[in-house]
């Protein structure tokens, strides 16, 4: 028989206003019968004394619900919690602790972190430290049973949690939160994660616990900040959701992914990010933004005011890294050998240009100013410019009634090129694109393998591995890990074949060769039709 899934509400900031958090709750469990628990994160008690608490402490007043809170992120509160290994504070309501583990009667289990991030010694009463992250990553990640927690429980928000996800609204995650609670929910990868204190509600996208084709398959995250309760705006602070315990899950089960899964928003690369030493947020761009002048062979920078870059100075904006190619290099925007008449924008660190024998008028390539031999190679900054490039260019190609097909061979070139080609939407459906992939990659022995949606290529090639990767404008991805000879102009072969472009003899570039004069009308019609969506002319 099904193990019966135990049902839960959590909490945001309550902030003192008990009556209209437990109101609320009864009016749920009115029209959607019994909750289990109540789960309350943020700041529980208001900063003055209440009397509406004291009818609740003496019983005159009492809980619908079991609630357990979390302790005190400010000196104001601190009075309320006398007990640091947790205790009751009034019928019903329950102050879990410091930190630690609650398992319940029936396997769950929930870890706990009372209290906002501290750096100060001694640490504050209201405050956590490394070392209390640590112990309590040691206290559950020291046996190899271990798989994760049911759920973890915090106030600060987890930093860096946006990474790679859904939009956290007005909440800035590269700025606010606490890079100890992104360290410990990255060791305990719990099922879901409550916080709250920024007076936001932001659910964020799942996210996986295991770096895709090189580990195991584990559980994936849900990540739920709250906002406080009662707020003026409504926004949501109060969330219900049902669970098994993991222990009474079977392993197929609890290690489905859901379908919007993405990558693991607390690894660099593959690997866990130096949280402990503090997490290193991706650098700032400049505050300036620069260009490469097209008219000087060397590929002299002038700023977006129009005058000329002058040498480092102290205090100045940090330019964009241009690392250097071992030799002469046909992409590299400071080359003499790039063909600039073929460009057609330039950004920060990225550029787009025309590509050479192009499968069509505007057929492009997103290349990086500086020397990048693959995507795997991109420093945070490139990456972030490059994802803005592939969303331009969907959007740009949708109004034009296209679809976009883009793909890279890390395989025989020196110099990472994004190939964007678009797919006219009468040509066919994208099943249809990744069909003829999939069937043409059969046909010649090749393991096209589908990855996850959200996945980071970072987390399945390492640098210096030779691949051939695919990515459809639905989010949809293909990937092959090159061990041997692979056909160079696999990519284009299969656009050009009668079940997408039906152009078989375009498939080699070189049969697509036109003359500089009419390579120059064509990309002085893309820059003219691209400039409403070029992102970088935005302030």
């Known amino acids: 028989m099904a193990q019966q899934p135990l049902r839960l509400l959590a909490c945001g900031d309550v902030e003192g206003k008990f009556d209209v958090l437990f109101n609320r709750v009864r009016t749920i469990q009115k029209k959607s019968g019994n909750f289990d628990l109540l789960l309350c994160v943020g700041n529980f008690f208001g900063s003055t004394q209440d009397a509406e608490w004291e009818e609740y402490r003496t019983g005159s007043k009492k809980a619908p619900i079991q609630t357990y809170v979390l302790g005190a992120n400010n000196q104001e509160t601190v009075q309320y919690f006398q007990d640091a290994d947790g205790c009751e504070l009034a019928e019903n309501i329950t102050y879990l602790g410091r930190k630690g583990v609650f398992t319940g009667s029936s396997g769950l289990q929930i870890a706990y ?25 040691t206290m559950l990640c020291s046996t190899s049973q271990f798989k994760g927690v049911d759920i973890l429980l915090t106030s600060p928000w987890p ?11 007005e909440v800035d995650t590269k700025k606010c939160g606490s890079a100890l609670v992104s360290r410990l929910a990255a060791s305990l990868k719990p099922r879901y994660h409550f916080a709250a204190l920024e007076k936001s509600y932001y659910e964020r996208l799942p996210y996986r616990n295991h770096v895709v084709l090189q580990e195991s398959a584990q559980h ?40 919007d899964v993405t990558e693991n928003p607390y690894r660099e690369s593959g690997k866990e990010a130096a949280v402990g030493k503090q997490m290193s947020a991706p650098q700032e761009e400049s505050t300036c933004q ?49 063909e600039k008449h073929l460009v057609v924008n330039i950004g920060t660190h990225c550029y787009l240009a025309l590509a050479k024998g192009g499968l069509s008028d505007d057929h492009v390539l997103i290349l990086p100013i500086g020397h990048y031999q693959s995507v795997v190679e991109l420093s945070a900054e490139v990456v972030e410019e490059v994802e803005k490039y592939k969303s331009t260019l969907k959007r740009f190609f949708k109004s034009r009634g296209k679809r976009c097909v883009l793909f890279e ?24 694109i990744k069909d003829a992939f999939i069937t043409q990659a059969q046909e010649q022995q090749i393991e096209l393998l589908e990855i996850p949606e959200h996945s ?24 092959h890990r090159i061990k041997k000879n692979f056909p160079l102009q696999f990519g284009r072969e299969v656009l050009a074949s009668e079940a997408i472009l039906n152009i078989p003899d375009k498939a080699d570039w070189r049969q697509c060769q036109i003359s500089k004069e009419e390579e120059e009308t064509l990309a002085r019609r893309f820059r003219k039709d691209f400039e409403p969506f070029d992102f970088t002319l935005d302030d």
């Not at 972190?113 to 990553?137: I, Q």
């Not at 849900?222 to 079977?250: D, Q």
């Not at 591995?465 to 695919?470: G, L, N």
Request: charged share 25%.
């Open 220 to 259: 994936a995250t849900r990540f739920i900040a709250l906002a406080n309760v009662g707020n003026p705006e409504k926004k949501k602070y109060l969330y219900a959701f049902s669970i098994v315990p993991m222990k009474l899950m079977a392993a197929a089960e609890l290690i489905k992914q859901p379908p």
């Open 159 to 169: 930093k860096y949690v946006g990474s790679f996800g859904n939009s956290s609204g």
């Open 409 to 432: 061979r890390n395989y025989r070139s020196h110099h990472l090129q994004l190939q964007v080609i678009p797919v006219p939407l009468s040509c066919c459906v994208t099943d249809d």
């Open 290 to 338: 620069f260009f490469f002048d097209l008219s000087e062979k060397q590929g002299r920078k002038r700023s977006s005011t129009g005058k000329d870059s002058k040498p480092p100075q102290a205090k100045q904006p940090r330019r964009p890294l241009l690392l250097l190619p071992p030799g002469p290099c046909w992409f590299c925007l400071a080359s003499p050998e790039v």
């Open 456 to 479: 980071d290529i970072k987390q399945i090639a390492q640098p210096g591995t030779a691949y051939f990767y695919v990515e459809l404008d639905t989010g949809e991805k293909l990937f």
């Open 113 to 137: 972190l009372s209290g906002t991030e501290s750096l100060d010694e001694p640490v504050p009463r209201y405050s956590f430290s490394a070392e209390d992250v640590s112990s309590l990553r």
